[in-house]
């Protein structure tokens, strides 16, 4: 399994910005893919996840109404499209796999990483 990120850049607060993750060697039975992010000295920490097929999503509070994360299978490529963006976005942004539920994925029970990518929010 490999996830390649790709998006990241410099914007400024409330700008747009969509990350993409291309992944390969992913099936039905990897049902959670997702989004992560890790801001300077902090943890990493779940953004938002996607089921094998898109009927189940789920978000952090802290990105809810603002992010919206799709996936498009044919083209083995998973999005984050990032609306009205704050300075305490800024991360790298990780995309991650999970042969299992995305609740487990939500969990941090993750199989597979791919490489981040980094979303700079400052004006």
């Known amino acids: 399994v490999q996830l390649q990120a790709s998006g990241g850049g410099l914007v400024q607060p409330g700008a747009s910005l969509r990350l993409s993750c291309v992944y390969s060697?992913?099936?039905?039975?990897?049902?959670?893919i997702g989004w992560f992010r890790q801001a300077p000295g902090l943890e990493r920490e779940f953004v938002a996840v996607?089921?094998?097929?898109?009927?189940?999503?789920e978000y952090a509070d802290s990105v809810k109404g603002r992010f919206t994360i799709s996936r498009d299978n044919a083209n083995n490529t998973m999005y984050l499209q990032m609306n009205s963006l704050r300075p305490e976005d800024t991360a790298v942004y990780y995309c991650?796999?999970?042969?299992?539920?995305?609740?487990?994925?939500?969990?941090?029970?993750?199989?597979?990483w791919g490489q981040g990518t980094l979303v700079t929010v400052s004006s």
């Open positions: 991650a796999a999970r042969a299992g539920s995305p609740g487990a994925l939500k969990g941090g029970q993750v199989d597979h």
């Open positions: 060697e992913i099936s039905m039975d990897y049902n959670a």
């Open positions: 996607i089921s094998w097929t898109g009927g189940a999503k």
